[in-house]
């Protein structure tokens, strides 16, 4: 099968490529790219005034299978991954049972490889059952196919704990993934602490309890000399933490989601239990301090945190509804509006923190570019198409959006995934 | 000024007017409850539940009686004799009693939002008798009803509110109605209690009773919760009392005319001594018989013209 795009803008921040070209496909991967292709390709596409960059890799996904397939499942979440330009997706380990071993691993390898619409990439627990006690079998988890390893949705509370975690991950050269967040500081909150927790007397969740321990997983970091990368960055002080830290030669990486850059606080006055999400969504002046960090290269990953929960879950008491918003169909679209459209990162930029960036921290050397040879995972999106975010038209299985109703301009036309249309509008 | 309103969630949305209208429909109102019939025909035919999630005599028998005394029909539900019990969601619950043709559903929970999220999915008016933290409009309004019954106005008042600040709904329904009305207003707590961020309401913040006390026209002392004394918000009981109890020795630093009042149930020689609570400047029983009017008036207002 091969597939010939052409006349489209091809950005390709890896190789610093930016130019309208052709892009010839040929059995799973990038065969050329040339100013113009004349191939008697069995697919051709016209991408005249579209963008073609590497297809969208998403490093931070709850695909919720197994345990939760009312929520997610292996085929929805791609399903999901495609509509929104993704082509690689990771699965976080808190599902029930948690992927804290090679048995898990390996069946969501084979599992989800079934459906072929994207990629799903495993992440593994660093403690057994996630339960921040023991360490899990990270090596062999490595060898099944893990590319990190997270307690996600949890901290390890335990800095003895995290510490042997890092040092024996930098062994066998395992990424690990933090989720920051001192329980003690922010148990039972339901939002962020301030004015509008006071205002609606919900028990508020503090930037302190996020960012004490960006700050103590920094140090462990430092300490150890693995590498770290800090999930779902939210407040403004652990951007100028995490900053500082790069500044002095840290070996480390962040990323943030588009409802952080996006809206705050304030949206939980409507008591929707969409807008409840951990992180909790912050102030005005933390979204600011995201939007700079993502301009400065202090952040390097736009990720989704895609984290769907059933409408019987989320249709409860605001304190009983489960935390998470789902994020993969909407990520690029929030993208192009709070970013490209408003002058603050170019195409280039977004598509780098959106694929390259989380292809080189994960190591998948094949994804994240339109290198000669590499996986023909491809995105082409149509900045102009304009589009509404309608309910009944969510691929994935949950509906949980603070965003359900927003008109966008831009998003995926054709998502290419292993040098198949795997979505096409 | 016209009632427009289908439910009663809290006053941080209501205008300043409409306060005012609920507190002249209750002072006309407030006679009924005097007569040797206490029954007027206003809403005859109307059906008012009472659905309370969370334990409460005042409030429930106050809005029962409220709603008896206009000749409304009234059924009260409480969580322990529900269906929530058995695992059915609070929308499924109260979408059920909707479709037995109810007018008015009278709601107090433990979660902050709860009856915001039922007045978004049902049809009958809701009337918020206390959501989690965040308001309790009804007790706002009584005490505020009170107030101006015994000081004729509310503009210019000193008024502080004592005590846990940062888990009472009282305090911020009382915030919003008297910052509304022209009223000054300061709040005092330890300041593990003191939420963050409340100075932006445009009232005075303290954490010295004393300051809280001198030149003031009203103390509205609240109670300590005491199940939440295992979150170790202050050491001890005692030390609270001898800090932020009000007692007739600290009184002597407000005003001579000062009203004290209390939303109930009050712990006796905890946030106030016994003197205080019973003395000549306590309106406390007097917040409780208003507090009849009150929520008589906000179900004529929410139901009286309702076809």
């Known amino acids: 099968m091969s597939i010939l795009i052409k006349s489209g803008r091809v950005i ?7 130019a309208v070209s052709d892009v010839l496909v040929e059995n799973g991967k990038i065969l050329k790219i040339a100013k113009s292709i004349n191939a008697d390709a069995a697919e051709k596409i016209d991408a005249k005034g579209m963008i073609v960059a590497p297809g969208l890799i998403d490093m931070h996904t709850h695909v919720r299978q197994p345990g939760r397939e009312d929520a997610e499942d292996f085929h929805s979440a791609q399903v999901a991954a495609a509509k929104g330009g993704f082509s690689s997706i990771t699965a976080m380990p808190n599902t029930n ?52 390893v997270s307690d996600d949705g949890c901290s390890v509370k335990n800095a003895q704990l995290m510490r042997k975690a890092l040092e024996y991950s930098k062994m066998f050269n395992v990424l690990v993934i933090s989720h920051c967040e001192d329980l003690d500081l922010s148990q039972k909150g339901v939002m962020n602490e301030g004015l509008i927790s006071t205002v609606l007397g919900l028990k508020g969740m503090p930037s302190i309890s996020e960012f004490s321990f960006v700050q103590r997983d920094i140090e462990l970091a430092q300490l150890t000399g693995a590498r770290l990368h800090i999930a779902h960055v939210s407040t403004k002080e652990s951007v100028a933490i995490i900053k500082q830290a790069k500044k002095i030669g840290i070996d480390i990486t962040c990323e943030t989601c588009p409802h952080y850059f996006t809206l705050t606080d304030e949206a939980v006055k409507t008591f929707d239990t969409n807008t409840k999400v951990n992180p909790p969504l912050r102030t005005k002046e933390d979204v600011s301090a995201i939007i700079e960090g993502l301009k400065d290269g202090t952040i390097d990953v736009i990720a989704t945190d895609h984290a769907p929960h059933t ?28 970013l490209i459209d408003k002058k603050i990162l170019s195409y280039d930029e977004v598509i780098k923190k959106m694929s390259f960036n989380p292809s080189n921290i994960l190591g998948l050397t094949q994804k994240g570019s339109l290198s000669q040879g590499a996986a023909a995972d491809i995105v082409v999106i149509n900045p102009d198409k304009k589009w509404v975010f309608a309910k009944e038209q969510i691929a994935s299985k949950s509906k949980n959006s603070p965003f359900i109703g927003r008109a966008f301009k831009g998003c995926a036309v054709i998502t290419i995934c292993n040098g198949k249309i795997v979505y096409r509008i | 000024m016209i009632w427009t309103r289908k439910d009663l969630l809290g006053l941080e949305d209501l205008s300043a007017e409409e306060i005012t209208l609920i507190l002249d429909t209750a002072a006309s109102l407030k006679e009924i409850s005097e007569r040797t019939v206490k029954k007027v025909p206003a809403l005859r035919g109307k059906t008012v539940v009472m659905f309370f999630v969370e334990p409460s005599t005042r409030t429930r028998t106050s809005f029962e009686l409220a709603a008896k005394r206009l000749s409304a029909d009234t059924l009260s539900i409480t969580a322990s004799a529900s269906s929530l019990q058995k695992g059915e969601s609070l929308k499924d619950t109260v979408k ?27 049809s009958p008016s809701i009337i918020n008798a206390g959501d989690g933290s965040h308001e309790h409009p009804t007790q706002a309004l009584l005490d505020i009803f009170t107030i101006r019954e015994k000081k004729s106005k509310i503009k210019g008042l000193n008024v502080s ?73 202050f050491p001890s ?15 002597k630093e407000a005003k001579k005319d000062v009203l004290i009042m209390h939303p109930g149930p009050i712990n006796r020689g905890i946030e106030l001594t016994p003197e205080v609570a019973d003395g000549k400047y306590s309106v406390i029983l007097e917040q409780v018989t208003n507090g009849i009017a009150v929520r008589m008036a906000v179900l004529f207002l929410l139901l009286g013209k309702k076809k």
């Open chain 2, 96 to 122: 059920n009693i909707e479709a037995m043709k109810v007018d008015a559903l009278v709601i107090r929970h433990s979660s902050s939002g709860a009856p915001h999220m039922l007045a978004k999915a049902l």
């Open chain 1, 311 to 338: 409408e019987a879950d989320k249709d409860v008491e605001f304190d009983a509804a489960p935390s998470g918003i789902i994020g993969l169909e909407t990520a690029l679209a929030l993208s192009i509006a709070e």
């Open chain 2, 237 to 251: 009981i005692r030390e609270y009392t001898m800090k932020f109890g009000v007692d007739l020795e600290k009184l």
């Open chain 1, 97 to 148: 049972p948690a992927c804290d071993n090679r048995g898990i691993v390996e069946y969501i390898i084979s599992e989800a490889g079934k459906a072929g619409i994207a990629n799903i990439f495993p992440i593994g627990a660093i403690t057994r059952e996630r339960k921040g006690e023991d360490l899990a079998e990270i090596a062999d988890m490595k060898d099944a196919g893990v590319v990190a």
């Open chain 2, 161 to 233: 509110l004592i005590g846990d600040i940062m888990h009472s709904r009282v305090a911020r329904s009382n915030i919003w109605a008297l910052t509304k009305l022209g009223a000054n207003v300061t709040v005092c707590a330890p300041a593990t209690l003191m939420p963050p961020g409340i100075e932006k309401l445009g009232i005075k913040v303290t954490t010295n009773l004393k300051e809280a006390i001198k030149g003031a026209d009203v103390l509205n002392v609240l109670r300590i919760q005491m199940e939440r004394q295992k979150d170790k918000f």
């Open chain 1, 12 to 18: 390709d921040p890896k190789n610093k490529f930016d």
